[in-house]
């Protein structure tokens, strides 16, 4: 058997903190994965447990599932990376927009973040203007523009931004405006304000776990068409798990570009944008030399591997059933979750649809990132610890829900989150 601690000391000696960087070097949720396998984890030391993790949401059909499974090895006798087309990363592109309501044509990067950065850049090109608008507590991946007012500890007045990494040259922050989630009259003040500079607005439409008020996105729908700005829906996490068609299927109201990541590579590295051809045009090479060109390549884009295993993973959803099994699932654990704080008497709100979600700590209805603010930060690390302890590994901010968990891992979930909030009960708020 591995030795778990020194596996831990090991990573600690050689990566800052030691930790990959994915959450915040909470020690205690740190541990060393031997093997992922449908809806569990197992540790290094043998220790089984239930995954609510997923790999941060890429892992809908749960870990090592066989079509995947199957898919990838053969393909790997075939080679790993051309960076040429090949049929695989063609089937997957039309896939993509057999399934989304905006796409006509799709890029390919490796990651969601380099999705939203290169959606970003498209619609500036398409618009031939700089600034971009997002929502403030909204998280589109790491690069500079996105990395604004995701989690302001003190929010400013909108629309201006807090940057939230160091690094990030001073003269970003003239470029992004911060908006209100879910609150449409300044949202839509700030865009007749600013249209005239704006390249874009960005969202989650499902942002984090806070689930979009009615008429929200249709009124963001409403006046960005009114001042011909693209609306940008970041679909990284929404993509292929609130629907087949992703948050604008689910919530009906179709944005003009889409950012995909995540479950649409099912666990390997791939992302992709996704768009009308009058704005996608402008990655078509032939335009090299004009202003309107815009440069976007990467060594493993079109990657085979992530192709088949996202072919593999879609071909799966397709089945029919699939999103109504999920939705009961989930429906199940986060119920579940709200019925063990309120029988253990620990004031929180479940929040966010049942194919991912999370429990905070407060007595406001969450409906924004401010709301988030007033939730008890040391309640919801405590609460995460002690799943850990039982058993259950779930994501720092969210529950994912996979379509390997049964009825009786719910049950056991369930008993676990029981075991939890009653030890949360005796904790002082
Ligand atoms: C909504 C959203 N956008 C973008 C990203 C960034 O994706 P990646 O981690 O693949 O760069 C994430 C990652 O969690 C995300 O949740």
Known sequence: MTDLSDLVQ????????????????????EFVVKEGRGAYLWAAD??????YLLGSGPMLLGHAHPAVVEAVQRQLGRGSTYMLLNEPIIELAEEIVRAVACAEQVRFTTSGTESTFMALRVARAYRGRDKIMKFEGGFHGVHDYGLMSVAPRSPKAFPAPTPDSAGIPQVIE??????????????EALIAQYHHELAAVII??????IVPAPGFLAGLRAVTRRYDVPLIFDEIVTGFRLAYGGAQEYYGVVPDLACYGKVVAGGFPLGAVAGPARIMRHFD???EGTPDFV???GTLNGNPIAAVAGLATLAELRKP??????????????????????????????????MVFDVLFTDRPVTDYRATLSADAARIRRFNEECLRCGLVKAVNKVYVSLAHTDADVDETLQIFDTVMARLATMRA
């Open 10 to 29: 090991r990573a600690g000696r050689i990566f800052p903190g030691g930790v990959l960087g994915n959450h915040r070097g909470e020690s205690d949720l």
């Open 46 to 51: 043998g220790r089984r447990y239930l995954d």
């Open 174 to 187: 003239g470029e992004v405006l911060i908006a209100p989630y879910n609150d449409l009259a300044t949202t």
């Open 204 to 209: 989650e439409p499902y942002q984090r776990v």
């Open 285 to 287: 090479p032939s335009l």
């Open 295 to 297: 440069v976007q390549q």
């Open 321 to 354: 059933g699939t999103y109504e099994r999920l939705h009961r699932m989930g429906t199940r654990v986060r119920d579940g979750l709200a019925a063990a704080a309120r029988e253990h008497g620990v004031v929180a709100q479940i929040s966010g649809e049942p």
